[in-house]
């Protein structure tokens, strides 16, 4: 229970806030995303990644990353085959299943429950989930129609991959970045955190839900909340790294399922009212599978 008050609570308050904000005020999302993903998120990617030691472990959480991913896509294509759903049903349940809400979700609990040290694995690899989200919720959720190249677009749009580039080209060729420059930028990156916390309460406020389908979604539920940080934990056993490193991962992808896959299954048209509510009812499910993965990791 202490883990809960002290550790999820003080997140959990903050999505309320933001939920109560959009309930009431209806303001617009899209202009306050635009803020986080070209200003308050590049600054804190590139804070993070110039000023990393980067090692073994860096390519470990790549090789997390991907191979949480394939066991999610087997498990998927397996079960989906199994029960003879269509295309779009396949699609909108690896959307809402594949991809762990690593972000607004899953840096703060970090922060909050492993300190400063573990909130700098949850950034990176919050970074390397959101292009493996491009590249692959894009494909899946256009059914793999031109997928790949859309994918290749949506990357280079995002400001956060140049902030990558940026910063490890600054860091690598020793081009010195002056102090107060360093200052200004991690002064807009400490907001990004706090401002996407209260930003995905309001876009859980603008998810609407026609007709549960119970069957589906507790489905989608099982495999994103219990059966990914199992299958995340066996991945920490066999792939070389840290303590600190493993209960980061792990703690990620116990993650419900991220919010950014609602727009691409509203953009494709891959069940978007399946994904929409698996997202929903994953995030408040959360409330209780976090403490005890917390408690486990403890």
Not at 53 to 60: A, G, H, I, P
Not at 74 to 87: G, L, W
């Amino acid at each position: 229970m202490s883990i809960f008050i002290e550790v999820v609570l003080p997140v959990i308050l903050i999505f309320f806030a933001g939920y109560l904000l959009q309930k009431f005020k209806k303001l617009e999302v899209k202009s306050i995303s635009t803020v986080v993903v070209y200003i308050l998120l590049p600054c804190l990617v590139f804070e993070t990644f110039y000023e990393a030691e980067f090692n073994q472990e860096y390519m470990m959480m790549i090789a997390f990353s991907i191979l949480l991913l394939l066991s999610i896509l087997v498990i998927n294509k397996v079960f989906t085959r199994f029960a003879r759903y269509s295309t779009s049903v396949e699609s909108g349940l690896i959307l809402s299943t594949a991809f762990m809400n690593a972000g607004n979700y899953g840096t703060p609990i970090v922060l909050f429950a492993f300190g400063e040290q573990g909130f700098v694995y949850a950034v990176s690899f919050m970074v390397i989930q959101q292009i493996v989200m491009n590249f692959f919720g894009v494909y899946y959720a256009a059914k793999g129609t031109a997928g790949f190249w859309l994918a290749v677009q949506t990357v280079l749009k995002m400001p956060p991959t140049y902030a990558v580039i940026i910063a490890l080209a600054a860091k690598f060729t020793n081009v010195p970045v002056s102090d107060n420059l360093l200052s200004s930028i991690g002064l807009l990156g400490q907001a990004a955190i706090p401002v996407v916390m209260v930003l995905l309460g309001m876009q859980l406020a603008n998810i609407t839900i026609k007709q549960l389908d119970w069957g589906k979604v507790t489905y989608a539920s099982l495999l994103r909340l219990v059966v990914s940080p199992f299958i995340a934990w066996g991945l920490t056993t066999v792939l070389p790294m840290n303590g600190l490193m493993a209960s980061v991962l792990i703690m990620a992808a116990a993650m419900p399922s991220a919010a950014t896959t609602t727009m691409y299954a509203v953009q494709f048209d891959a069940k978007p009212d399946l994904v929409s509510s698996i997202t929903l009812i994953t995030t408040l499910l959360s409330i209780m599978t976090i403490p005890i993965v917390l408690n486990i990791l403890a």
